[in-house]
Structures are given as structure tokens and as C-alpha cells.
């Protein structure tokens, strides 16, 4: 037996809003959308480089509100990128913690948290 990854699912409420802010925002690229019929709620897949995301419009999917840290190489590269593009709703920082690593934290329209974080040298 072999875990292979993990791929967390976020609520969405609004498909425009939620591909402005993980496509053109957080530059995630879109693998795959699937509506059941036309008025059926979306489903999507979103990746960028190893990381799978999972958006959800389907009630009872998951709740919104959860946090998903992505562990990453080049954290002040990332944090110099989103700060550089302005968003009109999110204005991220770059924190460094008591557990030895770098921080960025964002908040999605839909009160989803990600968390990209780069650990530090002991």
C-alpha cells in the first residue's frame, strides 16, 4: 500500500470571481471543469506545478473557511510576485514564525485561507 497526494477540495460561491483570483491572481492553470447538466453546480481542477486544488460550487463538498499550506522554494520570489500585481482584495505579508518559516498568507473571496511557506535553515 502507497499514499500517492492529496488534492483539497475549497467551496466556491462565484466561478468568475474564483477564476480571477486563482487564475489570473495566483496564476493556477485549469485542467478540467465538470457541470452535471448547464445549471448544475461547477467542479474544477486547478494545478500549478505539483499542486492539485479542487473548487467546489456543489453544497455540502466542504465548508468555506479552510486553510491550505503549500510548502514552497522561493517564498520572497512569490510574495514580491502577488504584491507586485496589486489585487484590489488582497494584500498579502510575509511573516516570519516562531517554528522557523517564511510565511505568505492569503485569503480567497470566498474566506478560504492559503498559506505558502518556506521553512527556514536551523
Known amino acids: 500500500m502507497m499514499l500517492k497526494e ?3 477540495v475549497l467551496r466556491i460561491f462565484d466561478v468568475n470571481k474564483a477564476k480571477e483570483f486563482y487564475l489570473d491572481y495566483l496564476e493556477f492553470k485549469l485542467d478540467w471543469e465538470h ?3 448547464p445549471k448544475s453546480p461547477l467542479y474544477m481542477q486547478l494545478s500549478k506545478h505539483d499542486i492539485k486544488i479542487h ?3 456543489h453544497y455540502g463538498d466542504c465548508s468555506p473557511g479552510a486553510a491550505l499550506r503549500i510548502k514552497v522554494i522561493g517564498i520572497e520570489e512569490i ?3 502577488l504584491i507586485g500585481k496589486q489585487h484590489n482584495y ?3 505579508g510575509l511573516e516570519s514564525t ?3 518559516s517564511e ?3 492569503l485569503i480567497d ?4 485561507r492559503i498559506i505558502y511557506f518556506e521553512e527556514q535553515d536551523p
Open 6 to 8: 492529496i488534492v483539497p
Open 90 to 92: 488582497s494584500k498579502p
Open 79 to 81: 510574495y514580491k510576485n
Open 109 to 112: 473571496p470566498f474566506g478560504n
Open 103 to 105: 510565511e505568505c498568507c
Open 98 to 100: 516562531p517554528w522557523k
Open 35 to 37: 457541470r452535471f447538466d
Open 55 to 57: 473548487l467546489s460550487e
